[in-house]
């Protein structure tokens, strides 16, 4: 494991699941969020992002966390030894991305870009989230098995499938250091 693409809909677990990942690996972790936007909340400019993007891809080693534009995102598929897609029920993803929201009126959630709304955000995870089933769908499905012959493919199902993967990883940190 060493060029890790952890994706999935937007309230999934991705940034908790790839910080311990990161953690437990050592491997540098590049949130898609904190390059896709500026310090105050606007987008980068498409040719830089691909720039940081494709100078991450040809490192040795990376954890990647989220979808960002789909060109790269089927780059990541592609480059990557590891996938990790957590594919939680939708009613437990819009729960998350409520019980973010809701913290968020108080305190910026962990790995939030400096200067991007939480509100705003939420309401972007909210409109994602309805769209999510033209594409995280069984064709996607079935495209991530195919690829297993050559890559490591996980596929997360479950809060507790989530925590335990999360909880391995964290033992393994333990054990290592």
């Given at each position: 494991?060493n060029?890790?693409?952890?994706?999935?809909?937007?309230?999934?677990?991705?940034s908790?699941?790839?910080?311990?990942?990161?953690?437990?690996?050592?491997?540098?972790l590049?949130?898609?969020?904190?390059?896709?936007?500026?310090?105050?909340?606007?987008?980068?400019?498409?040719?830089?992002?691909?720039?940081?993007?494709?100078?991450?891809?040809?490192?040795?080693?990376?954890?990647?966390?989220?979808?960002?534009?789909?060109?790269?995102?089927?780059?990541?598929?592609?480059?990557?030894?590891?996938?990790?897609?957590?594919?939680?029920p939708y009613?437990?993803?819009?729960w998350?991305?409520?019980?973010?929201?809701?913290?968020?009126?108080?305190?910026?959630?962990?790995?939030?870009?400096?200067g991007?709304?939480?509100?705003?955000?939420?309401?972007?995870?909210?409109?994602?989230?309805?769209?999510?089933?033209?594409?995280?769908?069984?064709?996607?499905?079935?495209?991530?098995?195919?690829?297993?012959?050559?890559?490591?493919?996980?596929?997360?199902?479950?809060?507790?499938?989530?925590?335990?993967?999360?909880?391995?990883?964290?033992?393994?940190?333990?054990?290592?250091?």
């Amino acid at each position: 494991m060493n060029k890790v693409a952890v994706f999935g809909k937007p309230g999934s677990g991705k940034s908790t699941l790839s910080k311990a990942l990161s953690s437990s690996t050592r491997i540098e972790l590049y949130p898609l969020d904190a390059m896709v936007f500026k310090k105050n909340g606007e987008h980068v400019e498409r040719e830089v992002f691909d720039k940081a993007h494709d100078d991450i891809l040809s490192s040795e080693r990376w954890i990647i966390d989220g979808l960002g534009p789909l060109g790269s995102f089927n780059q990541r598929l592609e480059a990557a030894d590891t996938l990790i897609y957590i594919d939680l029920p939708y009613p437990t993803s819009y729960w998350f991305v409520t019980k973010r929201l809701l913290k968020g009126l108080f305190v910026k959630p962990e790995g939030w870009p400096d200067g991007s709304s939480v509100f705003k955000g939420s309401l972007n995870s909210y409109k994602f989230l309805k769209l999510s089933p033209r594409f995280w769908n069984d064709d996607f499905t079935s495209r991530l098995e195919s690829l297993s012959s050559h890559q490591t493919v996980h596929i997360i199902r479950s809060v507790s499938a989530l925590n335990a993967f999360v909880e391995q990883l964290q033992d393994h940190q333990e054990i290592t250091s």
